[in-house]
């Protein structure tokens, strides 16, 4: 499976058209290309590089859908949910006949400046996968370019720096590979985050039926055999400074002290053009693939307490990230209120939860506005969770200490429906 096969035939699926460019500009000109055509797939060469890169693949929820063959969100959400619980096992095959060793530096990859406010040119569809002992552990971390040996990446606290630190407790730097060019099942698994143990490459192996890996050189680190490109190296004990950056919020995450990646050997797959994914921060691409594989996640612990759920959508005024909107059948008295604390538990990053009737489009925010307006009561239907872990890209949070709340914009359950059914035109 070549992954830039499968971005045209997921585009010719989704019905998106498909633009060469030739030679594109290292800064700026990327952003202002998908940001203005976002029903358009970009294919270009990136100036100064070997490389070919894409955007604007996935802007979309008919994108999704054209990637999994699928019509509706549920056919998604399944997919995804067999896949976490039931991931493939992998074949481990000969590194040699997929990849050969480039004489490159950080210099030869695709670093783009996407904003005059970002800290330096970045990588943002850099994926690292890390091994301790038999655990591994694949995910996204925006890398900095700082020199041609040396590229400080953004690491939170999570699987990553958990196995991370395991190494440099025993005082030694952490051995990682990281990918680019990985095909579009690769990266939505990587962004998943499935309980530790769970290989997202298992995952990714069980939504797409590729399951060839390959082990690198040096630290023998499992990678997918159809990625692009793959650099061996280190995550150094010592710290640089990285950002500021453009955060899925649009807003500026700023300057910290992380960990620096030090490659160690270059290799590109012998039967493809290198290939980059030029993710634009805070645009659509940002959004659907940080934020949709959490839907399913959130769907399967609200159906649990509430099985009357319609549709989950983080929502794109939130940043794909911080507001989520549910639509449910109510069967009982309370049971809003259970769904959006079990939205919360699956998606601990929410900060505001909007639970609605079936009767409204979650995709309009006009009708949640509706609702609110129609149906809540500020007394009794908002609940406010005070001083809770979220997401540290909330800026109104303190490390990721904040408040979220949830907003019961339903029917209360014991009053007549005609008291607050919308008029449909017809």
């Given at each position: 499976?070549?992954?830039?096969?499968?971005?045209?035939?997921?585009?010719?699926?989704?019905?998106?058209?498909v633009e060469e460019l030739g030679k594109v500009e290292r800064d700026y000109a990327i952003t202002r290309l998908a940001s203005s055509n976002r029903g358009k797939l970009f294919l270009f060469e990136l100036e100064g590089t070997e490389f070919t890169g894409y955007t604007n693949l996935v802007t979309a929820r008919k994108d999704v859908y054209a990637l999994f063959e699928a019509t509706t969100d549920l056919e998604v959400y399944s997919r995804v949910i067999k896949a976490?619980?039931?991931?493939?096992?992998?074949?481990?095959?000969?590194?040699?006949?997929?990849?050969?060793?480039?004489?490159?530096?950080?210099?030869?990859?695709?670093?783009?400046?996407?904003?005059?406010?970002?800290?330096?040119?970045?990588?943002?569809?850099?994926?690292?996968?890390?091994?301790?002992?038999?655990?591994?552990?694949?995910?996204?971390?925006?890398?900095?370019?700082?020199?041609?040996?040396?590229?400080?990446?953004?690491?939170?606290?999570?699987?990553?720096?958990?196995?991370?630190?395991?190494?440099?407790?025993?005082?030694?730097?952490?051995?990682?590979?990281?990918?680019?060019?990985?095909?579009?099942?690769?990266?939505?698994?990587?962004?998943?985050?499935?309980?530790?143990?769970?290989?997202?490459?298992?995952?990714?192996?069980?939504?797409?039926?590729?399951?060839?890996?390959?082990?690198?050189?040096?630290?023998?680190?499992?990678?997918?055999?159809?990625?692009?490109?793959?650099?061996?190296?280190?995550?150094?004990?010592?710290?640089?400074?990285?950002?500021?950056?453009?955060?899925?919020?649009?807003?500026?995450?700023?300057?910290?002290?992380?960990?620096?990646?030090?490659?160690?050997?270059?290799?590109?797959?012998?039967?493809?053009?290198?290939?980059?994914?030029?993710?634009?921060?805070?645009?659509?691409?940002?959004?659907?693939?940080?934020?949709?594989?959490?839907?399913?996640?959130?769907?399967?612990?609200?159906?649990?307490?509430?099985?009357?759920?319609?549709?989950?959508?983080?929502?794109?005024?939130?940043?794909?990230?911080?507001?989520?909107?549910?639509?449910?059948?109510?069967?009982?008295?309370?049971?809003?209120?259970?769904?959006?604390?079990?939205?919360?538990?699956?998606?601990?990053?929410?900060?505001?939860?909007?639970?609605?009737?079936?009767?409204?489009?979650?995709?309009?925010?006009?009708?949640?506005?509706?609702?609110?307006?129609?149906?809540?009561?500020?007394?009794?239907?908002?609940?406010?969770?005070?001083?809770?872990?979220?997401?540290?890209?909330?800026?109104?949070?303190?490390?990721?200490?904040?408040?979220?709340?949830?907003?019961?914009?339903?029917?209360?359950?014991?009053?007549?429906?005609?008291?607050?059914?919308?008029?449909?035109?017809?």
């Open positions: 499976m070549n992954p830039l096969q499968l971005i045209r035939e997921t585009a010719r699926k989704a019905g998106k058209p976490l619980e039931n991931p493939a096992p992998l074949d481990t095959v000969e590194f040699d006949d997929y990849f050969e060793r480039r004489d490159y530096t950080l210099d030869s990859l695709p670093f783009v400046k996407y904003y005059r406010d970002d800290g330096s040119r970045y990588l943002t569809s850099s994926i690292y996968i890390i091994c301790y002992e038999r655990t591994c552990n694949a995910s996204y971390h925006r890398t900095m370019y700082k020199s041609p040996a040396e590229a400080p990446i953004r690491v939170v606290p999570r699987q990553l720096h958990f196995l991370m630190k395991k190494y440099h407790d025993r005082g030694v730097d952490a051995p990682v590979a990281m990918v680019l060019g990985a095909d579009p099942y690769f990266e939505l698994a990587a962004a998943m985050t499935p309980p530790l143990g769970v290989f997202e490459a298992s995952v990714a192996a069980a939504m797409s039926g590729y399951n060839k890996v390959v082990k690198t050189p040096l630290y023998k680190i499992p990678v997918p055999a159809n990625a692009s490109v793959v650099v061996e190296g280190v995550l150094s004990r010592e710290l640089a400074e990285e950002g500021p950056f453009t955060d899925i919020l649009m807003l500026l995450d700023g300057k910290r002290l992380q960990p620096v990646f030090k490659p160690a050997g270059f290799y590109v797959n012998k039967h493809q053009t290198p290939l980059f994914h030029a993710i634009i921060p805070g645009l659509w691409e940002h959004q659907f693939l940080m934020g949709f594989p959490r839907e399913p996640l959130i769907y399967e612990e609200v159906r649990k307490v509430a099985p009357g759920v319609v549709k989950v959508r983080l929502t794109e005024g939130g940043g794909g990230w911080l507001h989520v909107a549910i639509s449910l059948k109510q069967n009982s008295p309370g049971e809003a209120k259970l769904a959006g604390l079990a939205a919360i538990s699956a998606h601990p990053s929410v900060k505001h939860v909007f639970i609605v009737d079936e009767d409204i489009d979650v995709d309009n925010p006009l009708e949640i506005e509706w609702a609110l307006a129609t149906r809540l009561k500020g007394s009794e239907d908002i609940i406010i969770l005070k001083n809770i872990k979220g997401s540290t890209l909330e800026p109104r949070s303190r490390e990721g200490v904040g408040d979220k709340i949830i907003f019961l914009a339903v029917k209360p359950f014991n009053e007549p429906w005609d008291k607050y059914r919308r008029v449909v035109v017809e």
